[in-house]
């Protein structure tokens, strides 16, 4: 029988089919800036090791004819290392503006899917003898959590290296022919679909028997929260960050994790929490330093599938839309308004359902669901990193800067602590926002009111 891993999800393949509108597209970059240069034969064996314990590095998309079942993860016959990982000198004066201009480019530009769906450059000639990495990615290879797992199997602890076990090549064979694996897709989804189904029909019949009241209600909430979450968006909230291209811009900020620490304990909030607020606290000083009112704007931020048996990497989060407060003028107002929208997206009923909703959204036409995807403002995300130093190969990781995908948003702002450091990565839409160094100067100050949060301020 077929493993349903064997197949894209239908949430990945619901954002592939999106790419055929090519601002739409899923493609993660990370940029990690290194105190020196890594060895390089030993940053290949690395990386050699890292795709054999996360295999689908090695493996390429095949489509299904007619669209009978997902495209297909195949081991690809011509993998090679040394077109995936390449080594360029940066042309001098290099700095962190020479890093993320090349980073931006990458972020712009498609993937070949004849390989697998993934690039890593090392960048060397940076000022002082320090070197960057940029790594491409698609998200249907890994999640920001996926990420931090895939990352243990390349990073170490010192710059002396960690001992690993060697990893032998795995190879899959499908030997049922196309015919025969769709057909094998197909059965394997059905059992699952029955098996689900009476997993939660009959704990449901016998409900409606004992407590009838309840379980309608139950009912109702489900099909409301469904609605919510794949209801149709067909307007910005936005006044301002309404136009879509396909010019980015990269920027970046580093904060004090403590300082986010501070503001969110204070408020009795998470850390997410208080990053949202001083992106949101930015995003009002932007729209009134352009004379334009904005009291919500519409978040589209990400929410982990992932449990505890999952393989490494893969892409298992939902993206949940929703509207959230800018007209508070109090920043533990803005911050406990958010926590209670964002607890309430987090358990929503409907967010365990979010594959098949995407399973009904792929029998439509693609050019039916793009715009909805233009309408949402912007994207957040944050992941927690590494709480101690990380090396490459013997160079020390001093930053690790996050671009998510802006999905047809105005921007993707992305959080990843760093030991001491939240290093946050914004990748605009310089259609949407034409001077985004203006919008990050306005969340820069976002945070540092959320940092400089007083515990008993005196209007309280």
């Not at 020196?36 to 689908?56: F, H, K, S, Y």
């Not at 390429?60 to 011509?78: E, I, K, M, N, Y």
């Not at 201009?101 to 890593?120: H, I």
């Not at 802006?406 to 310089?430: K, P």
């Amino acid at each position: 029988m077929a493993s349903l891993d064997s197949h894209m999800t239908q949430s990945d393949l619901f954002t592939w089919s999106m790419e055929q509108d090519p601002s739409l597209r899923s493609t993660i970059v990370s940029v990690l800036l290194l105190d020196t240069e890594p060895d390089w034969n030993r940053l290949l064996c690395m990386i050699d090791r890292g795709t054999r314990a996360v295999p689908r590095f090695r493996h390429r998309l095949v489509s299904v004819p007619f669209g009978l079942a997902p495209p297909r993860w195949t081991l690809d016959p011509d993998f090679d290392l040394s077109w995936h990982v390449r080594h360029f000198d940066v042309a001098a004066p290099a700095d962190l503006s020479s890093v993320l201009e090349f980073a931006r480019t990458e972020a712009m530009a498609a993937f070949d899917p004849a390989r697998p769906l993934w690039r890593f450059t090392v960048l060397s000639g940076l000022a002082g003898g320090k070197s960057a990495v940029v790594l491409k990615v698609h998200h249907s290879l890994t999640d920001g959590l996926g990420g931090i797992q895939i990352a243990g199997e390349i990073l170490d602890f010192d710059r002396a290296g960690t001992e690993r076990a060697q990893i032998p090549e795995t190879v899959h064979a499908n030997g049922r022919g196309v015919l025969g694996d769709i057909v094998a897709w197909n059965w394997t989804v059905g059992a699952e679909l029955v098996r689900g189904g009476l997993s939660i029909v009959l704990p449901a019949l016998r409900r409606t028997v004992t407590e009838p009241v309840a379980a309608i209600k139950d009912g109702a909430a489900l099909a409301g929260s469904l609605l919510r979450l794949a209801y149709p968006i067909t307007s910005t909230l936005s006044p301002l960050m309404t136009e879509r291209t396909l010019g980015r811009k990269l920027t970046v900020l580093d904060v004090p994790l403590d300082a986010l620490r501070h503001g969110a304990h204070l408020a009795g909030c998470t850390v997410n929490d208080a990053f949202l607020a001083g992106v949101l606290i930015g995003l009002r000083a932007y729209h009134d330093r352009h004379g334009a009112k904005v009291d919500q704007l519409r978040v589209a931020m990400p929410i982990s599938l992932r449990r505890a048996a999952d393989p490494i990497g893969g892409n298992r989060i939902t993206l949940a839309r929703f509207a959230v407060p800018v007209d508070k003028a109090a920043a533990l107002d803005l911050i406990h308004a958010l926590d209670a929208t964002v607890e309430g997206w987090k358990h929503e009923p409907a967010i365990p359902f979010s594959n098949a909703v995407a399973a009904t959204f792929n029998r439509l036409p693609v050019g039916l669901l793009t715009e909805m995807f233009k309408h949402v403002d912007f994207v957040a995300s944050d992941v927690r990193g590494s709480p101690v130093d990380l090396y490459l190969a013997g160079a020390k990781v001093d930053r690790i800067y996050p671009f998510g995908p802006t999905t047809g948003t105005a921007f993707n702002i992305t959080l990843i602590s760093h030991v001491a450091t939240c290093c946050i990565g914004i990748n605009f839409d310089i259609g949407a926002v034409p001077d985004p160094e203006v919008l990050t100067d306005c969340i820069a100050t976002g945070f540092r009111t959320v940092a400089d949060l007083d515990a008993d301020p005196p209007d309280r």
